[in-house]
């Protein structure tokens, strides 16, 4: 059985609607290039047009904008998306940033790729990945993908971090392995990038944390957030004394084909 809590939960969800987690967001690490290399051969058929689900301040689709024709660029956080309007390509005419939730926003299918970042888990799957199977080109893939970074954030400040997120109870749990327990995706293969630099100040790292749904300022309150933060910057002025952060980040790409529970896994045209 699909344990929803495990993945669906809306009141965590809508902390990405917080205006100050949508600020604090450039802050994440960015994607390798190599990323995108990858990404742009797994698109399917012409005209290249691509679906970016959850699509943040556009991480994905603001760095694909000159290899394809078009991306679909959806958020269901409107700060999300006007933060992302800000940055970099956010005004390219490649891109149509669309504000809605994935489940019910309108779109214009087919799509020769699908693309969700750190989104999915947020989303209601017997819904969507069934919709995703609908709107690709026939064979056309879903690309799941998450940060790979040494050290690991959550081991850092692992010793406070209980203390202070407002997500008391998340757990953790393998995504692909559930969904494919379900049938509502099959792997066809997966890639790891080369693994980059990223050297980040101590403050910046800190800000970070406030784009993740358990440090929303809004939801700790100004005294919280900042009593975290003044901790957070203890531990890592006496790992780091110089003030910076050294990370080594990749991106673990996987692709395969989205299904419904009993169904199969041949996409079709919408």
């Given at each position: 059985m699909l344990r929803k809590s495990r993945y669906f939960a809306p009141k965590h969800a809508e902390s990405?609607?917080?205006?100050?987690?949508a600020e604090a967001y450039h802050y994440r690490p960015p994607y390798p290039a190599e990323t995108f290399v990858s990404l742009e051969g797994l698109v399917k058929e012409t005209p290249r047009r691509v679906l970016?689900?959850?699509?943040?301040?556009?991480?994905?689709?603001?760095?694909?904008?000159?290899?394809?024709?078009?991306?679909?660029?959806v958020d269901f956080s409107q700060a999300m998306i006007t933060e992302g309007q800000s940055h970099p390509n956010g005004n390219h005419p490649n891109i149509r940033w669309l504000h809605g939730p994935?489940?019910?926003?309108?779109?214009?299918p087919p799509?020769?790729?699908i693309t969700a970042g750190e989104s999915v888990h947020w989303m209601d799957w017997e819904i969507v990945f069934p919709r995703f199977q609908q709107l690709l080109v026939p064979e056309g893939y879903l690309v799941i993908m998450k940060h790979n970074t040494?050290?690991?954030?959550?081991?850092?400040?692992?010793?406070?971090?209980?203390?202070?997120?407002?997500?008391?109870?998340?757990?953790?749990?393998?995504?692909?392995?559930?969904?494919?327990?379900?049938?509502?995706?099959k792997k066809v293969g997966e890639?790891?990038?080369?693994?980059?630099?990223?050297?980040?100040?101590?403050?910046?790292?800190?800000?970070?944390?406030h784009s993740r749904s358990g440090f929303s300022c809004e939801?700790?309150?100004?005294?919280?957030?900042?009593?975290?933060?003044?901790?957070?910057?203890?531990?890592?002025r006496k790992l780091y004394p110089d003030g910076i952060v050294s990370l080594q980040i990749a991106a673990n790409i996987i692709w395969g084909l989205p299904g419904k529970r009993g169904g199969h896994f041949s996409t079709a045209l919408f």
């Amino acid at each position: 059985m699909l344990r929803k809590s495990r993945y669906f939960a809306p009141k965590h969800a809508e902390s990405f609607k917080d205006q100050s987690i949508a600020e604090a967001y450039h802050y994440r690490p960015p994607y390798p290039a190599e990323t995108f290399v990858s990404l742009e051969g797994l698109v399917k058929e012409t005209p290249r047009r691509v679906l970016d689900a959850g699509c943040g301040i556009g991480y994905i689709a603001r760095n694909l904008v000159d290899v394809v024709d078009h991306i679909d660029a959806v958020d269901f956080s409107q700060a999300m998306i006007t933060e992302g309007q800000s940055h970099p390509n956010g005004n390219h005419p490649n891109i149509r940033w669309l504000h809605g939730p994935m489940e019910t926003v309108e779109l214009e299918p087919p799509y020769g790729l699908i693309t969700a970042g750190e989104s999915v888990h947020w989303m209601d799957w017997e819904i969507v990945f069934p919709r995703f199977q609908q709107l690709l080109v026939p064979e056309g893939y879903l690309v799941i993908m998450k940060h790979n970074t040494v050290p690991d954030e959550w081991d850092l400040l692992s010793t406070i971090i209980p203390r202070y997120t407002t997500n008391k109870d998340y757990q953790s749990f393998d995504m692909i392995e559930e969904l494919e327990q379900v049938n509502l995706f099959k792997k066809v293969g997966e890639k790891t990038t080369v693994s980059m630099l990223y050297p980040q100040s101590i403050e910046d790292y800190i800000a970070s944390y406030h784009s993740r749904s358990g440090f929303s300022c809004e939801r700790m309150g100004l005294e919280q957030a900042a009593a975290f933060d003044q901790e957070a910057e203890d531990i890592l002025r006496k790992l780091y004394p110089d003030g910076i952060v050294s990370l080594q980040i990749a991106a673990n790409i996987i692709w395969g084909l989205p299904g419904k529970r009993g169904g199969h896994f041949s996409t079709a045209l919408f």
